[in-house]
C-alpha cells in the first residue's frame, strides 16, 4: 500500500542545479527525506524534514541543498544547487509511517554531475 515515487534525477553540468521530488501515498507519515549512496559506499543521510518543518542536513550540503515538504500531498523536495562532482549518488526518497514508525524507501533515482 505504501508507495514512494522519486523524480527529477538525470546529468548536470558542475555548478548546475537540479531538483528531485518524491510523492509518497498509502499512509500517514512524519519524517520524510533523502539520502544517497555512490559506487562502494554506504548509504548516507542527505537531509530530512519532519512534519512539523524541523530539518537537517549533511555538513556537506548544508549551504547549497534545501529540503521541503507538501504535508497535505505528501510530497517532499530537495533542491540542490552549485553541484558537484562527488554529489553524483543513487538519491534514495524514505519516509517513515505514523504513528507506527516504519521506514520505506524509494527505488532511487541517479544523479550524476559531470562535464
Known amino acids: 500500500q505504501v508507495q514512494l515515487v522519486e523524480s527529477g534525477g538525470g546529468l548536470v553540468q558542475p555548478g548546475g542545479s537540479l531538483r528531485l521530488s518524491c510523492a509518497a501515498s498509502g499512509s500517514i507519515f512524519n519524517a520524510m527525506g533523502w539520502y544517497r549512496q555512490a559506487p562502494g559506499k554506504q548509504r548516507d543521510l542527505v537531509a530530512t524534514?519532519?512534519?512539523?518543518?524541523?530539518?537537517k542536513y549533511a555538513d556537506s550540503v548544508k549551504d547549497r541543498f534545501t529540503i521541503s515538504r507538501d504535508n497535505a500531498k505528501n510530497t517532499v523536495c530537495l533542491q540542490m544547487n552549485s553541484l558537484k562532482p562527488e554529489d553524483t549518488a543513487v538519491y534514495y526518497c524514505?519516509?517513515?509511517?505514523?504513528?507506527?514508525?516504519?521506514?520505506?524507501w524509494g527505488q532511487g533515482t541517479q544523479v550524476t554531475v559531470s562535464s
Open positions: 524534514i519532519t512534519s512539523g518543518g524541523t530539518t
Open positions: 524514505n519516509a517513515v509511517t505514523y504513528p507506527y514508525p516504519y521506514s520505506y
